[in-house]
């Protein structure tokens, strides 16, 4: 594969990213029920996370 | 990781998962909220999407992951990409070595982490994750590391985030054989 090639085929990194929005939704708070199905999601995608003694 | 300044940084879909949980998203925030004023180009892979949706049920969810989903930069996952993930799935089976981590690069690895590997050295980005046995040893090393110490009932846990950098040297040492796709040295930032 040619460099012309290669360049068309990379991607505009990040340009489409708003970090603004990503934090403000960060800042919101979840339901009980919505929290639940988060740590269930957590609980099975997830290493063991280790305990501090 | 407040050392890591101008690269490009592909978020894996666990990270994404954390930041729905109120016991993770306040750091979770406070380093995506780092990592971008240190300039670095933060994104995710077109599979995250997915990896995240198909375990949501509850609408709520669905629309809170949507929204973070559509403010990051989906990377697209082209041919390369893949055909990097099926080198990885090749590297990661080939290792013979029985450290702990290598023990775990034995095992079959999902498709979407393979992807999303894939798409990092196609990009020649570094991964932020916080599931390290999903990105083996020696092939991944890791860049930058930090922690969150969170309160589980009456016990401290530690979860461990890490920036992780494909070894691709070492890649091509142990499988000279086997061609994948890598940005060429002019386009790597």
Redesign the interface.
């Known amino acids: 594969?040619n460099?012309k090639s290669?360049?068309k085929?990379?991607?505009d990194?990040?340009?489409?990213?708003?970090?603004e929005?990503?934090?403000e939704?960060?800042?919101?708070?979840?339901?009980e029920?919505?929290?639940k199905?988060?740590?269930g999601?957590?609980n099975?995608?997830?290493?063991e996370?280790?305990?501090?003694s | 990781m407040n050392q890591t300044k101008n690269h490009k940084i592909l978020i894996d879909s666990c990270i994404l998962i954390y930041c729905g949980s109120d016991k993770y998203s306040e750091r979770v925030r406070g380093f995506l909220h780092l990592l971008d004023n240190n300039k670095n180009k933060l994104a995710i892979s077109e599979i995250c999407g997915f990896e995240v949706l198909k375990n949501c049920l509850n609408k709520e969810n669905i629309d809170y992951y949507l929204k973070l989903i559509n403010y990051l930069d989906n990377i697209k996952i082209g041919r390369y990409a893949l055909m990097n993930a099926a080198f990885l799935h090749g590297l990661y089976k080939k290792d013979t070595s029985n450290s702990d981590r290598e023990e775990g690069a034995k095992k079959e690895k999902m498709a979407g982490d393979l992807i999303i590997g894939g798409t990092a050295i196609y990009d020649g980005a570094l991964l932020l994750t916080a599931n390290i046995d999903d990105f083996p040893m020696p092939y991944w090393k890791i860049f930058a590391h930090d922690h969150i110490v969170y309160k589980d009932g009456p016990k401290f846990k530690v979860l461990n985030v890490y920036l992780l950098e494909f070894d691709k040297e070492l890649a091509e040492q142990k499988n000279p054989n086997q061609l994948y796709y890598k940005p060429a040295a002019s386009e790597e930032s």
């Open positions: 594969m460099k290669e360049n085929n990379k991607n990194w990040g340009a489409k990213t708003n970090i929005k990503v934090l939704i960060l800042d919101e708070k979840k339901s029920k919505q929290q199905e988060i740590d999601i957590i099975s995608i997830a290493n996370p280790d305990e501090e």
